[in-house]
C-alpha cells in the first residue's frame, strides 16, 4: 500500500510559480512510477507529467512543456513538480498518481494510488 499527500497548491498571478509536493508513505515508493494529473470540474482528469521509479525518464504533456519540470527524491519518499510562467488555463485540481513499473504511463486508469488533490488557482 502507498498513501500520497500532495502539497504546495495556492492561488498564484499569472507569470509566477508553484511547486507542488507529493509524499508518499511506504518503504517501497522507490520503485513507483509517479504521475501528474489535474481536473477541472466538468471536465476529464489530464495528464500533466511522469517520472519513472528512478527520475531518468520524465515526460511531459505538450501543454506543460518547457515550464512545468518533475523530479523526486527516493531517499524522501518525495516527488516535486516545479511550476513555472504559469498561465490562468493551468488552474486546476492537482493530483499526484503512483504505479509499479517502468513503463510510461499516461493514463489516470494505469495508476493505484492517488492523492487527494491540492488546488492551483492562476489569476490573470
Known amino acids: 500500500q502507498v498513501q500520497l499527500v500532495e502539497s504546495g497548491g495556492g492561488l498564484v498571478q499569472a507569470g509566477g510559480s508553484l511547486r507542488l509536493s507529493c509524499v508518499a508513505s511506504g518503504r517501497t515508493f522507490s520503485s513507483y512510477a509517479v504521475g501528474w494529473f489535474r481536473q477541472v470540474p466538468g471536465k476529464e482528469r489530464e495528464f500533466v507529467t511522469f517520472i519513472s521509479w528512478d527520475g531518468r525518464t520524465p515526460y511531459y504533456a505538450t501543454s506543460v512543456k518547457g515550464r512545468f519540470s518533475i523530479s523526486r527524491d527516493n531517499a524522501k519518499n518525495t516527488v516535486n513538480l516545479q511550476m513555472n510562467s504559469l498561465k490562468p488555463e493551468d488552474t486546476a485540481v492537482y493530483y499526484c498518481?503512483?504505479?509499479?513499473?517502468?513503463?510510461?504511463?499516461?493514463?489516470?486508469?494505469?495508476?493505484?494510488?492517488w492523492g487527494q488533490g491540492t488546488q492551483v488557482t492562476v489569476s490573470s
Open positions: 498518481a503512483a504505479a509499479l513499473g517502468s513503463a510510461l504511463l499516461l493514463g489516470e486508469y494505469d495508476y493505484d494510488y
